[in-house]
């Protein structure tokens, strides 16, 4: 990945926790730990533990979010990995298959002197070179990138086999273990006997609860010994000793091995310490009070005078802000209010894959728990069973992944079309708004959905805004086939008609029809979901300057409307507008509708993602110049 370094904000201040105690190990495989060496390596342990809490908690009161826990967790058999590296023992990139703990990677690497300790003061700020997630290419010392659960230890199979003398460490976590690559990976390094050491951080912490309470019959050991991989118990993983000759021995044995560390989650940060809490980025008053406890009164400091600096951007044509991927919970939710005890269960199943607060199922889970499934971190197996579960047509299954993850489970969706299955399916955190997770996390190809061939009863739905999405949810709730409802990570403000009023209030009725937002006669930009408001934006600014631009929502993504063609065939031009892939979205199919309906005169433009993530937040879409004023420079450019 090629980095433009002008772009990269430049540190400022100094780093508040002194590392000066901070002693680089290397270990020999065929030594033992000596009382030194350990002594060091609690030290470096405890220092960088407590310079994880601080720069993640930085970067939560700087808006930008992030994950302490799972990194916190892993850094006692990270800088032991790291020490066997150094000395021989261990193939040079140490994985995670836990992109989220990225923090404990860009710590090591600035420990090791590949980037300035103080570089972690701008942690997943935009333009750092530190985002949430890690992306090979863009940061000293990172040679890896990972996010998406299951996606790692396959990859790390195939650097073994290319290098099989020497073993290649992994870090692994008990979530990532759900996911069904894992268990074809297990089996495919114990078929080939591949030296690949999986290091599991076993917390018994997910997002929404403990795998132990979901699943009490899964055995992870006994899986991965099914596997035929090794495993190994530590039981007592913060005991440095033991810890140390676990991975000692998982090292010398031949093959395959998996060392399972059972530990709580956050061990020693009070308040979050073995909770689901810890999985996002502490708290500001828990990092205060662990930094305090540790005599870290300037980084406390720093903490506390830090604030998040807010753009205030008005937004013409647009009203107040929503969160339309949580209001689908609430709207499911109040429609299954309305059926009976008996009618709901025999009709409706919900099924969550680990995320039920980042789409809404949290509320669905709350107000009817008897239809509500915890089904792991298992989108292929979730979506089946949605799926199998509307095998007749009076009944249906719904449930919910992010859109980066949607693409994991097209194979399932095309047997679901291909079976006349019924479900509704939320894909969140569509586009790139509010990011900073970055590039992994992008949900950019979620026309991928729509794959059946032929007019199969599949639709994209894609509501502007919670209004909107509360008309739709109730017009199509009933409807046969595969509906999947679009909405973003960040929330959206309502849209609002030419008199000011909500544009999908009173007397709005959902046609699945293209609807006119605003009439123009020099020309119209089409969008819809995330985008929308930001087109409106411009649009309105546009007319103000006297430019009569026109702007059409796409609510129904995959149906073209013969309708629209009326409007915008004796068009100056039509611009399409999205936050989806430029090669794979609306904008990539627009322009076939538009030949294909004898179009040939209206000048014909799109705009999508083109680039990798910046990190940051809002920042993302100024950075894929999807923002008002790019939009309005485009228009510009189409009416000269």
Known sequence: MEVNVSNLVKTQGEFPIDLEEYKILSFNINEELSEADLLQLK???????????????????????GHTGGAFDIIPELLIADAFRRG???QDTIFDEAGHRVAAFYLLSA??????????????KAYSGLPGHPERGLTPGIDFSSGRLGHMWGDVN????????????MLGSDGSQEEGNNIEAARLAAKLNLPVKVLIDYNDITITGRPSEQFPKWDLKKILEGAGVKTIDCDDPEDLRS????????????????????????????????TSKAHDVIALDKAIEYLEEKGYQEACEILKSTTKQKNAVE?????????????????????????????????????????????????????????????????????????????????????????????????????????????????????????????????INSFFSDGGIGDVNTRLYAP???HQMRIMLEKVFKDQGMRFFLTTRSAVPEILDENGDPFYGDGYEFTGKDEIIRKGTQGYVISYGDSLH????????????????????????????????????????????????RKTGLGSKFGSFLMENNCNNVKYDYMGVTKFGCGGVEEQITHQKLDSQSIQERVRSLLN
């Not at 470096?44 to 808006?63: E, M």
């Not at 197996?381 to 489970?409: D, H, P, V």
């Open 43 to 65: 030290k470096n342990v405890n220092l960088a533990r407590d310079s994880l809490v601080f720069f993640t908690a930085l970067a939560g009161v700087n808006g930008v979010g």
């Open 88 to 90: 021989g023992h261990l």
């Open 111 to 124: 420990l090791n002197g590949k980037m300035p300790i103080t570089d972690l003061l701008n942690h997943r």
């Open 158 to 169: 195939g650097v073994s086999a290319s290098n099989p003398k020497v073993p290649v460490v």
């Open 243 to 274: 810890l140390y000759n676990s991975i000692k021995e998982s090292i010398l044995n031949e093959g395959p091995v998996a060392l399972i560390n059972r530990r709580v989650m956050a061990p020693g940060i009070k308040g979050i310490e073995d």
């Open 315 to 443: 937004l013409k044509g647009c009203g107040s802000m929503q969160k339309p991927r949580d209001e689908f919970g609430v709207i499911v939710s109040d429609i299954l209010d309305k059926f009976s005890t008996e009618e709901k269960i025999s009709s409706v199943r919900v099924i969550d894959s680990d995320l039920a607060g980042s789409y809404g199922f949290s509320h669905i889970k709350k107000r009817h728990p008897e239809i509500f499934v915890e089904g792991g971190i298992s989108e292929r197996n979730n979506m089946l069973f949605a799926a199998g579960f509307g095998a007749e047509k009076s009944r249906q299954g719904i449930t919910a992944t992010f859109a980066a993850f949607n693409s994991m489970w097209l194979s399932e969706v095309q047997m679901a079309e291909l079976n006349e299955r019924r479900a509704l399916i939320h894909i969140s955190h569509n586009g790139v708004a509010d990011m900073a997770d970055n590039t992994c996390h992008f949900g």
């Open 464 to 466: 502007a805004d919670n």
């Open 534 to 581: 930001r087109v409106l934006d411009a649009v309105e600014r546009l007319r103000a300057e006297g430019k009569d631009v026109g702007l059409i929502n796409k609510p129904t993504l995959n149906v073209f409307d013969d309708e629209v063609v009326e409007v915008i065939k004796d068009s100056p031009f039509v611009l399409v507008v999205e936050t989806q892939n």
